[in-house]
């Protein structure tokens, strides 16, 4: 039997989030027919009300998996065996989308920028220019392997005056960021449900324009389940079996970020990032991004103190706190730390965590005041 205070375990890490309490009883329902009228109307419902938050007149399917299922559908719909796709790779996600690529046969063109650096829009023009081979482009937005978000509105610009794709992974950041599908000319954009829309991971959303059918149309896709021909055919409920007890906590999670107004919500995680951002500097950590402008809105970044473990540090933060923080991926591990504040995070969450990492760090030999990093969220909070 699991204990009681696991039920109470505050997960601040960059995915899954917190899972509200009525998306959860939404979940409890009994569950229904997915081919009868009244659930594919309710599926079909929540995929036009997403179109909203991805700012978008694309069509849009919503698809059973988590976002990787999106990003797997982005590019096995639109490549051919040998077909050039440039994979801009600043961290462990983007890496994914090169892994993807040569999966179905694709040559992945890899432009590799410094994990926690800036991505220099000028090289991605270069690359295009030097090739017009070019079939598509993939980017994350929000790396959250880094704490970075990336310049997609630019990359948008430059790859609008090619014959290429933007494919775009936004699992981390819709819902909790800026992000203007047609706005800023992304073909093939991927999300995940688990993060800032704060429902259980099991539904993935991408949608498509109008210039990637074009692509689509002419290409026979490598995958049957996430063949996007086959959602767009059946224009009254998805092809195969959806996640239906999913669905129904999509629907609630949807009304619960519209009555917050998806404007407020943004506000929201960026007044809660800075606050985050604030406190971790307050305490004399470093940030690991290279510079603030371009740390993430839904997931903070930072340096382990030279000499400390942070398995140790997590795991008095879990064991004695209940409060769940990530560490690093890859040739990260061991060398930062990642703090969530996305989906239903609020401002108590960022003072409770803030206040027992100061209490880990303490404990662990870090020199510090207490209380200067959750006196530095405060003053953001207080505004």
């Known amino acids: 039997m699991e204990s009681k205070e696991n039920e109470r375990l505050l997960l601040m890490i960059p995915g899954p989030t917190i899972v509200d309490p009525k998306v959860l009883r939404a979940m409890s329902k009994p569950v229904t027919p997915h081919r009868e009228k009244e659930f594919s109307e309710m599926f079909l419902e929540q995929a036009e009300r997403m179109k909203q938050i991805f700012k978008t007149k694309n069509d849009l399917f919503l698809l059973a998996g988590s976002g990787t299922a999106a990003m797997d559908a982005a590019i096995s719909n639109t490549i051919k065996p040998g077909e050039k796709v440039l994979c801009i790779v600043s961290g462990k996600f983007s890496e994914r989308f090169t892994e993807i690529v040569k999966c179905y046969g ?65 699992i981390s950041s819709l819902g909790g960021d800026d992000i203007n ?89 960026r007044k809660l990032a800075k606050a985050t951002r604030e406190g971790v500097k307050g305490m004399g950590l470093k940030l690991f991004p290279e510079k603030e402008e371009i740390c993430s809105n839904t997931v903070t970044s930072l340096c382990v103190p030279e000499g400390l473990d942070d398995k140790e540090i997590r795991g008095i933060m879990k064991d004695k706190y209940n409060i769940v923080i990530a560490g690093g991926q890859a040739h990260l591990k061991g060398k930062i730390m990642r703090i969530g504040h996305m989906g239903n995070v609020i401002e108590r969450d960022v003072l409770c965590t803030l206040a027992c990492l100061e209490l880990a760090l303490k404990k662990v030999g870090f020199t510090l005041d207490l209380g200067s990093g959750v006196k530095k969220a405060q003053e953001i909070l207080k505004k």
């Open 106 to 170: 694709g040559e992945a063109v890899e432009l590799n920028f410094e994990w926690g650096k800036e991505i220099d829009v000028n090289k991605v023009k270069k690359v295009l220019e030097e090739n017009d081979d070019i079939k598509a482009v993939t980017v994350v937005h929000n790396e959250t392997s880094t704490g970075v978000k990336n310049p997609v509105q630019e990359i948008g610009k430059i790859v609008k005056e090619t014959n290429a794709l933007l494919i775009v992974d936004t």
């Open 181 to 269: 599908v047609d706005e800023w000319n992304i073909d093939l954009c991927a999300t995940g449900s688990q993060k800032c829309l704060a429902v259980p991971p099991g539904i993935a959303a991408i949608s498509v324009s109008e210039k990637a059918w074009n692509v689509i149309e002419k290409t026979n896709g490598h995958s049957y389940y996430l063949n996007l021909k086959k959602y767009r055919k059946h224009k009254h409920h998805a092809p195969y079996t959806q996640p239906i007890s999913m669905v129904y906590g999509l629907k609630v999670a949807l009304d619960m970020m519209f009555e917050e107004g998806l404007e407020n919500r943004i506000a929201r995680h």
